[in-house]
């Protein structure tokens, strides 16, 4: 039998993860029901055979690539604990900015919110977390994301939300929203990351948009005036080289108020505008 500690120092054979050390940690706090905090109170606490066999699957399944979020079946978003499976992204800390920035522009009171390709329903269920007066339509194409943000919407209690199946705006009722937010697929088909680190288990339906990424955009930028309200917020989340063609995308279509945002490490991750 291994301790904690002795487990731990197994990060070196993480080579491929950016996060080697964080990776191990994470999985020891799956298999062992701890936190992270109890992790270094006890260093010395040896794994029984059983608990040793589950970790020794999951490093195995970790060194070949798959996701830490797929091997214990949660990430934490906003700091809820989102259920995630390979029928979604797996939600990212810097869609986070995307919430921030949208509470920061909104005021509390009662409001009719749109989150179009919810995935997990994670950035639906951070806002509904923080602005329980806002009523928030979730919408997603794929019938298992669909399950998956309800899921998770009922694991949270959050009756604020409602979760529809959706091919953007097809199903969606016709209403206002004030704001309307999405983090779309924004990857090239071609960009030679997809054949790199977590997105090789994702989704592609959710990852990759034609026209060089953008095409997504241009659909939800054209038909985004339909369901907003005079002045009603978009913000969309794409790729850190995208935002000045996203900026020209909404100016085109006739946004006023546009500007993008940055992400944790300073690249142009999110655009806004404002509908006439």
């Known amino acids: 039998m291994a301790s904690v500690k002795e487990n731990l120092l197994r990060a070196v054979e993480l080579t491929e993860s950016d996060s080697p050390r964080l990776d191990l940690e994470v999985l020891l706090c799956h298999v062992l029901g701890k ?3 109890w992790l270094y109170t006890w260093p010395e606490h040896e794994l029984d055979d059983q608990s040793q066999q589950v970790l020794d699957r999951l490093i195995q399944r970790r060194i070949a690539g798959e996701p830490v979020a797929h ?9 809820l604990p989102l259920k995630v499976n390979r029928s979604t992204l797996i939600p990212r800390p810097d869609t986070e900015v995307l919430v921030e920035t949208v509470l920061e522009l909104c005021p509390q009171e009662a409001l009719q919110v749109l989150d179009l390709g919810t995935g997990t329903g994670a950035i639906a269920l951070a806002l509904a977390s923080e602005r329980p007066l806002w009523q928030i339509l979730a919408v997603d194409k794929m019938p298992a994301a669909v399950a998956l ?6 694991a949270l209690g959050l009756a604020n939300v409602r979760v529809l199946q959706s091919d953007w705006f097809a199903s969606v009722p016709a209403q206002r929203f004030a704001v309307i937010v999405s983090n779309p697929p924004y990857i090239d088909a071609r960009d030679p990351h997809l054949r790199e680190g977590d997105v ?6 959710a990852l990759v948009a034609e ?3 953008l095409s997504d955009i241009r659909l939800i930028a ?3 005036p339909e369901f907003l309200e005079p002045g009603g917020l978009l913000a969309v989340e794409h790729g850190w080289q995208q935002a000045e063609a996203v900026r020209r995308i909404f100016s085109e279509a006739g ?3 546009v500007e993008s ?13 404002r509908n006439p």
């Open 222 to 224: 054209r038909r985004a």
């Open 255 to 257: 946004y006023r108020d």
């Open 211 to 213: 026209e060089q990424g």
């Open 200 to 205: 090789r288990f994702e989704p592609h339906s």
């Open 261 to 273: 945002r940055l992400d944790y490490a300073g690249n142009e991750r999110l655009t806004l505008a």
């Open 35 to 37: 936190t992270r905090a």
């Open 71 to 79: 091997l214990t079946g949660f990430r934490e978003f906003w700091s």
């Open 149 to 154: 943000a309800e899921e998770n919407r009922s």
